[in-house]
């Protein structure tokens, strides 16, 4: 049974910097794509960041040069460290997972199968 644990998510001012971790398990980590999606109040589920098992990343033009998207295989984590933070980051983030075959244009899609229970991002000005 896969299971995908959000951690790390808080309040912080403009500017500030967190970072989300995914705990995986349930599966061989390596034999799907790892993502994070976001969604707020009132607004759709944008994909923020993918990467595969061989490390290759894509961000949303959004996030791009802000946040990193990375995974320790050994641990089955994925991780985001979110820098230079917006007011318009608050969201709550999930970690998903699938086969890498359901990316769109890079990011995760609202077809992956396996999410987690979200944590929640707060940025004030």
């Known amino acids: 049974q896969v299971q995908l644990v959000e951690s790390g998510g808080g309040s912080v001012q403009s500017g500030g910097s967190l970072r989300l971790s995914c705990a995986a398990s349930?599966?061989?980590?390596?034999?799907?794509?790892m993502g994070w999606f976001r969604q707020a109040p009132g607004k759709e589920r944008e994909g923020v960041a993918a990467i595969d098992s061989d490390g290759s990343t894509s961000y949303a033009d959004s996030v791009k040069g802000r946040f990193t998207i990375s995974q320790d295989n050994a641990k089955n984590t994925l991780y985001l460290q979110m820098n230079s933070l917006k007011p318009e980051d608050t969201a709550m983030y999930y970690c998903a997972a699938d086969i890498c075959g359901l990316l769109l244009h890079g990011l995760p899609s609202a077809d992956f199968g396996y999410w987690g229970q979200g944590t929640q991002v707060t940025v004030s000005s």
């Open positions: 349930g599966y061989t980590y390596s034999s799907y794509c």
